[in-house]
């Protein structure tokens, strides 16, 4: 049974600082990996997805690798700032990608 | 554009009676659509998923049940609240892969 770990479970940096969010799963035959931000109250919005072909993607300051065969992936988040409070969850697809096991999510805060 | 309607956003019920949380998705066809329950503290655990119409998987038994009536409409149902029914609902659809969700539905049940 895939299981997902996400570490830590709360952060707090200042503005400005570079910061790196950890997913590690356990089954590594996996469709894709996806990360997610998710504001209090709300939905969650998809952040970056990564092939299980793919080592990385990048959209702004936000940068997601994957290493399959070690299980792991990393959210990194350039020059952080207020606007980037939120929890973090990533969730891995296995093949027939019908269903998506999710990690139970970092927390950030971001302090001015 | 898709897009991923979820409504109501917000709902609360007393115990024992029922419940219908609807979902649709516009500018798509044949989605996977899936309802997700993140209760307080918790992770997301998926409730049902369905691969096209009339097909509906349950992941966990429980006091709640799930129709896909149309290609874009899921909907959520139960005939008697529980207390335990009581956290946030989302609704998600995903095409050939990321996965997009509605802005979720509040249930407490009283």
């Known amino acids: 049974k895939q299981e997902v770990t996400q570490i830590p479970a709360a952060l707090s940096v200042p503005e400005g600082e570079n910061l790196v969010l950890n997913c590690s799963f356990t089954d590594s035959a996996i469709y894709n990996l996806q990360w997610f931000r998710q504001d209090p109250g709300k939905g969650l919005t998809s952040l970056l997805l990564i092939q299980s072909s793919q080592r990385e993607q990048t959209s702004g300051r936000l940068n997601a690798s994957l290493d399959k065969s070690s299980g792991r992936s990393t959210l990194y988040i350039a020059a952080s700032q207020p606007g980037d409070s939120a929890t973090y969850l990533c969730?891995?697809?296995?093949?027939?990608?019908?269903?998506?096991?999710f990690g139970t999510g970092t927390r950030l805060l971001v302090s001015p | 554009s898709q897009t991923i309607h979820q409504w109501p956003a917000t709902l609360v019920q007393p115990v024992g009676s029922p419940l219908s949380l609807e979902c649709t998705v516009e500018g798509t066809s044949n989605p996977n659509l899936y309802w997700y329950r993140q209760a307080a503290g918790r992770g997301l655990q998926l409730l049902f998923y369905s691969v096209g119409i009339g097909q509906i998987s349950s992941e966990v038994p429980q006091n709640l049940s799930a129709s896909r009536p149309q290609d874009r409409q899921f909907i959520l149902s139960s005939k008697k609240l529980l207390l335990s029914d009581s956290g946030f609902y989302l609704c998600?659809?995903?095409?050939?892969?990321?996965?997009?969700f509605g802005n979720g539905t509040r249930l407490t049940v009283t």
């Open positions: 969730a891995v697809s296995p093949p027939g990608f019908q269903k998506l096991v």
């Open positions: 998600a659809w995903r095409g050939n892969s990321p996965l997009h």
